[in-house]
């Protein structure tokens, strides 16, 4: 065991050797200072030693940059990227580039506005200014519509017939409207009969689909959802042909693979029935189905041309009612009762009382005075009410566009209703200038 005096010895010589090691060092940082950082050159030799030559100390960036597409959902690669260069193609130019080629029409009617997505915070002193543009995007814009301009020795009804059909194609053409539609014909029309089944089991149902139909729209059937039994026929089989026993086509004459002469089948009836179950959308749950709205005018009306088609519809004997009817479908904004009542939904703008009074005139003049089928008769009605309230400098685009795709379909019902249209808008216009 060590003496007290010797405890304190072997202190004072670990604070001797201490200082000593701390004096060489400084003074040997201080000598490569002045003979040119040698202590550095040695670290540098051996990092050279430990890394070899031919692997970077910082790798490049060999995962693709993508953007998705916000309308259709594809990933679009962008091999040019460069963060750091301003020439290189960006994520925003990428997709630019991908919606002018893919979603745009041959008319340059682009029918979605894109899903906007981050931004940046609007500055505090230009907060004041934020209630002008505080309305979100519609789903299509009519923005690129050019007003009406007529060419010398062009009619105005010539200019105006233009820009409908330019405007409906545009949606016509646009992805959104074609999924709307693909969608919509997955729902079967149902006959009347079933159509009684689904009312007494589910007075509420609003679109109905078999399992595997809600399946493939990526919809699934709640647990616990009771099914709604419906009938459906089995048809008897179809005949073959005599000479080479392929299967007729109901209603042919002839064998479609050896040409013979068949005997054409009278109307075919079935003898069975099997109860199958379909689902309300109520019942269901998973993706949201794809939605197409039509717009409901806000704002004021044209006076003049409300009151010029009150006149007319006066001294033609026709009664046009505002009175409320609270017990109404709320998306009913007007009917035409013939032969000579119209009503229109008091409740609404003015704009679109207008609107709807345009569009039930039409109705009138189409199906009461010139005495067209009613097969088209939205089609022709709404766009004959878009062209007479345009010619007033009244527009309706915004709603009449989508309202006639919706009943169009496509562009060849609008071509071949052009001329009843240019007819009704014609004769409306003719009787609003007198």
């Not at 682009?110 to 995007?137: F, H, K, M, W």
């Not at 042919?252 to 689902?279: L, M, N, Q, T, W």
């Not at 119209?342 to 005139?361: D, F, M, N, S, Y």
Request: hydrophobic share 40%; aromatic share 8%; net charge neutral.
């Amino acid at each position: 065991m060590k003496t007290p005096q010797e405890s304190i010895q072997a202190q004072a010589n670990e604070v001797i050797q201490f200082t000593t090691w701390l004096s060489v060092a400084l003074f040997m940082l201080w000598v490569g200072k002045k003979v040119g950082g040698w202590e550095k050159k040695i670290a540098n030799d051996i990092l050279d030693v430990a890394t070899p030559k031919e692997i970077p100390v910082r790798l490049p960036q060999t995962r693709p940059v993508t953007v998705i597409c916000p309308i259709c959902g594809k990933v679009v690669e962008i091999p040019k990227y460069d963060l750091k260069n301003p020439r290189s193609v960006t994520r925003s130019e990428a997709l630019r580039q991908h919606i002018e080629k893919e979603h745009t029409s041959k008319l340059g009617l682009q029918a979605q506005a894109l899903l906007i997505e981050g931004g940046e915070e609007v500055p505090s002193r230009y907060r004041d200014l934020v209630g002008l543009v505080n309305e979100p995007l519609p789903e299509y814009s009519l923005s690129v519509l050019p007003a009406v301009e007529t060419a010398t020795g062009e009619r105005k009804i010539d200019a105006v017939m233009a820009q409908l059909k330019a405007g409906v194609e545009g949606i016509v053409d646009s992805y959104q409207f074609r999924l709307f539609l693909n969608t919509m014909a997955k729902f079967h029309d149902y006959s009347i009969g079933n159509q009684i089944l689904i009312m007494l089991q589910k007075p509420d149902a609003t679109r109905v689909a078999g399992y595997n139909t809600w399946k493939d729209m990526e919809r699934w059937v709640k647990p616990g959802e009771k099914g709604i039994a419906i009938l459906a026929p089995v048809m008897p089989p179809r005949a073959t042909c005599a000479e080479c026993d392929a299967r007729i086509p109901r209603g042919a004459r002839y064998c479609p693979k050896c040409g013979a002469a068949v005997d054409i089948e009278g109307e075919v009836s079935p003898r069975f029935f099997k109860v199958v179950h379909v689902f309300d959308l109520g019942q269901t749950e998973g993706k949201p189905l794809p939605e197409f709205e039509v717009p409901v005018l806000t704002g004021e009306k044209n006076e003049a041309l409300f009151n010029r088609l009150l006149a007319l519809m006066e001294r033609s004997g026709v009664t046009v009612s505002f009175e409320s009817r609270p017990y109404q479908d709320p998306g009913i904004k007007g009917q035409y009762l013939p032969p000579s009542q119209i009503w229109v939904r008091p409740e609404e703008h003015g704009a679109q009382q207008l609107k709807t009074l345009l569009h039930e005139v039409a109705h009138y003049y189409s199906e009461g005075v010139l005495r067209m089928p009613r097969q088209d008769a939205e089609t022709i009605a709404e766009s004959a009410a878009y062209v007479v309230g345009a010619h007033y400098g009244f527009d309706t685009g915004v709603r009449s566009f989508p309202y006639v795709a919706l009943w169009s379909r496509d562009k060849k019902t609008l071509d071949q209703n052009l001329n009843a249209i240019r007819r009704v808008a014609t004769t409306m216009l003719e009787g609003l200038e007198k």
